[in-house]
């Protein structure tokens, strides 16, 4: 595997599932990002994690909850989701600031 | 407010029809503008990094240029493999992870 990679791809779920979505980066970075891409907005910046450590959540619904167990890999549990909440989610990775590189997404749509 | 505004909003060219879109920016002490390409469905796709005012880089058929207010994504003889979202971004002022973004400019073009 190179670059970034995300599981599932797609992902459909009910209001009282809870599911979990994959991120695993083969780059050697250090930060790691989840976006969220909605139509007609631009991407929204969720959570940022340094060396395992959150240093940025955007002003998150608690029913996305983060984890990074390392560097390479990040996860987004997600639980009681609202259908307001179908969207595309990108994971990212780069080296401190620099350049992020994006994940192929996962469709997430909640019924 | 540091702010994003890609033009057009959607662009239809026809094959070889050269055009450029544009990337503007309100945001102090620029650390740098990216540019990507979207795909539907798919995460972006990293293309160009511009630091500074006047410079230019190139891949294939793109080539970026900076000003100290707008960057321009100039596209000579488009081939309809260039059909994709173009997107903008630059990093917040105080937060070199957070990435102020552009709606993007939908290409396609047409054989």
């Known amino acids: 595997e190179t670059g970034v990679t995300q599981t599932p791809r797609h992902l459909v779920m009910g209001m009282t599932n809870k599911k979990s979505l994959k991120c695993e980066q083969h780059l050697g970075h250090n930060a790691m990002y989840w976006y969220k891409q909605s139509a007609k907005k631009p991407l929204e910046l969720m959570f940022v994690y340094n060396f395992k450590e959150q240093t940025e959540n955007n002003s998150v619904p608690s029913r996305f909850s983060p984890e990074c167990p390392n560097s390479s890999h990040l996860f987004l549990h997600l639980h009681t989701l609202q259908p307001e909440d179908s969207a595309l989610y990108l994971c990212?990775?780069?080296?401190?600031?620099?350049?992020?590189?994006f994940g192929p997404g996962t469709r997430l749509t909640v019924l | 407010e540091d702010q994003v505004t890609q033009s057009p909003e959607a662009l239809r060219l026809q094959e070889g029809e050269s055009s450029s879109l544009n990337c503007s920016y309100t945001v102090s002490g620029l650390r740098g503008l990216f540019w990507y390409r979207q795909d539907p469905g798919k995460g972006p796709e990293f293309l160009f990094t511009?630091?500074?005012?006047?410079e230019e880089k190139e891949k294939e058929r793109l080539k970026a240029t900076l000003t100290k207010k707008e960057s321009f994504l100039h596209i000579t003889a488009p081939k309809p493999e260039d059909s994709a979202t173009y997107l903008c971004?630059?990093?917040?002022?105080?937060?070199?992870?957070?990435?102020?973004w552009g709606l993007g400019t939908s290409l396609a073009v047409n054989p």
């Open positions: 990212a990775s780069s080296q401190e600031g620099d350049t992020q590189y």
């Open positions: 971004a630059v990093p917040h002022a105080g937060n070199n992870r957070k990435l102020i």
């Open positions: 511009l630091y500074s005012a006047g």
